[in-house]
């Protein structure tokens, strides 16, 4: 089941201390703003794979915006993007 990211007054209660870091990047701003998980390298390897898992639950037209993003944001779509975080491992 899909679970949206965090809305930007959801990352403002629960990350006080980071929270202005976190809107500050176009990534975290873009899914808190949109509901709509992408694919980007995570600090640990657990977080990879649930946002992975995550953005595999969303639905064809969710993907399709995200991929859109990802593109733009990466130059690749999401799958392409989370396998070369994956081969990449430096967790």
Same mark, same amino acid.
């Given at each position: ?42 600090? +640990? ?13 969303? +639905? ?9 993003? %990802?593109?733009?944001? =990466?130059?690749?779509?999401?799958? %392409?993007?989370?396998?070369?975080? =994956?081969?990449?491992?430096? =967790?």
């Amino acid at each position: 089941m899909y679970e949206r990211p965090y809305t930007t007054d959801e990352i403002r209660e629960r990350y006080p201390d980071k929270a202005e870091t976190l809107l500050a990047d176009p990534v975290h701003s873009w899914r808190a703003e949109t509901g709509i998980e992408l694919i980007h390298k995570e600090p +640990t390897i657990e977080e990879q794979k649930r946002i992975w898992g995550n953005w595999n639950e969303m +639905t064809g037209e969710m993907k399709k915006k995200s991929d859109g993003k %990802s593109i733009e944001m =990466f130059g690749v779509d999401n799958t %392409s993007h989370n396998e070369e975080i =994956f081969k990449h491992l430096n =967790f």
